[in-house]
């Protein structure tokens, strides 16, 4: 099998195709098959490139020498689906599929939360006493908080079906809270937890997150468990979770996240100049066009929908471009509103290299229509919408690529 993985180790990389895999895998394993073993191991690696299911089934064929066993422990993995013993919180994002790593966005969550102390069964017991004589819904997961290097489990939480359930409240052994909202970076496991494979599971995503510049550890690790002591070995599922920020602002990778950006030129006060916002294919979106100064125009704009764009704690701007030397403005409106007072900061995007721009908020001036105006400080979560900008008499052609714009946190930029 060894000339096989190598050379499928040339080919592009595509999604994941789990449910593909699986199904050729499973036609290879019946006692009729119409299906080579060979030919299912080929096109599960295939399908799998780039996923950690696929990693471990290449890893299998090149060490096991039984290619039906190898492929029947994959398709085992392919086919796992979580068993859940009660509803999820409104809001919450699917499990993650079992051995594969993804970001998880959380909503606001209420929870009844108690210390662990010498072990997991008084914390489970006050929390399960708390729930029931408030006639509460046991929810799933159970939630264990980590703390420090070791990942030593410092508290138990049982989440409440929403924020409407119950009250906030504390009891001296049992506090009721709602957690902000949260990004997380999650790996599917199944089987029993142990310190030593959340530990590990850990450092899967240490390296994860480290192999992403827009993602930024918190410090907030934790484990969700699915199942209580009925379902055994390996039918238990639980995920390892890292707490990240992400400091995405605005992504140009796919059609979609470029759809969401119109053009405001100045037609829209009689002049004659033309943009748009397109996908290059390449992950990047090109902001391009020609600027006129005729019939009084002089300005061509692209601006998003509106969105709560920018996180609180935000004092600074990175955008990732590739220009034409023009000087460009990045443009943040905090209302709704098509017309009214925008905060510009002014860039220069070289010509024919990729360069980083950094924009603290504090160099953002308010202006309406041209002209500079006082307003109240610019407060980045009160943000709306974001917008490109060419004017200052810059006329012709005119061409800005971008790859992303991101965020940086206060504590960063000190």
């Not at 748009?276 to 006129?292: I, K, N, Q, W, Y």
């Not at 070289?350 to 400080?377: H, I």
């Amino acid at each position: 099998m060894k000339h096989l993985i190598v050379a499928l180790g040339l080919l592009p990389f595509l999604a994941p195709d789990r449910e593909r895999a699986a199904e050729r895998i499973r036609e290879a394993l019946e006692p009729e098959a119409t299906v080579e073993l060979t030919e299912a191991a080929r096109v599960a690696l295939e399908e799998l490139k780039g996923s950690r299911v696929g990693t471990r089934l290449q890893e299998r064929l090149s060490t096991d020498t039984d290619l039906r066993a190898s492929l029947a422990l994959t398709l085992e993995e392919l086919d796992f689906r979580p068993t859940f013993e009660g509803d999820m919180p409104v809001g919450w994002p699917e499990p993650t599929q079992l051995e594969e790593i993804e970001v998880k966005r959380y909503p606001v969550t209420r929870l009844a939360r108690a210390e662990m102390g010498a072990g997991s069964f008084g914390p489970f017991m006050s929390l399960f006493r708390h729930i029931s004589q408030r006639d509460i819904a046991m929810t799933v997961p159970v939630e264990m908080e980590l703390e420090g290097e070791r990942a030593r489990e410092v508290s138990m939480g049982f989440l409440y079906q929403g924020t409407d359930v119950g009250k906030l409240e504390s009891d001296g052994t049992v506090r009721v809270i709602d957690v902000a909202p949260a990004t997380f970076v999650s790996l599917g496991q199944r089987g029993n937890t142990s310190a030593a494979r959340t530990r590990a599971a850990l450092d899967e995503l240490r390296a994860y997150v480290a192999a992403r510049d827009h993602l930024a550890p918190t410090g907030s690790d934790r484990v969700l468990e699915y199942n209580g002591p009925s379902v055994r070995g390996n039918r238990r599922y639980y995920e390892v979770q890292m707490g990240v920020l992400d400091l995405t602002v605005a992504a140009f990778a796919t059609p979609s996240e470029v759809a969401r950006w119109t053009t405001v030129d100045d037609r829209v006060m009689g002049g004659v100049s033309q943009s748009r916002l397109v996908a290059t294919g390449e992950g990047t979106a090109r902001f391009e066009g020609v600027m006129s100064l005729e019939s009084n125009g002089g300005f061509a704009s692209v601006r998003s929908a509106p969105d709560d764009w920018i996180a609180k704690g935000t004092e600074a701007l990175r955008l990732w471009v590739r220009g034409d030397g023009k000087t460009y403005q990045l443009r943040l409106r905090t209302n709704d509103a098509f017309d009214g007072t925008s905060y510009a900061a002014s860039f220069v995007a070289p010509a024919g290299e990729w360069t980083e721009v950094s924009l603290p908020l504090a160099d953002f001036r308010p202006s309406f229509r041209g002209r500079e105006v006082r307003a109240e400080p610019l407060v980045p979560e009160k943000v709306r919408t974001l917008g490109l900008m060419l004017s200052d008499g810059q006329a012709g052609e005119f061409a800005l690529e971008i790859a992303w714009i991101r965020r940086v946190p206060a504590s960063e930029s000190k």
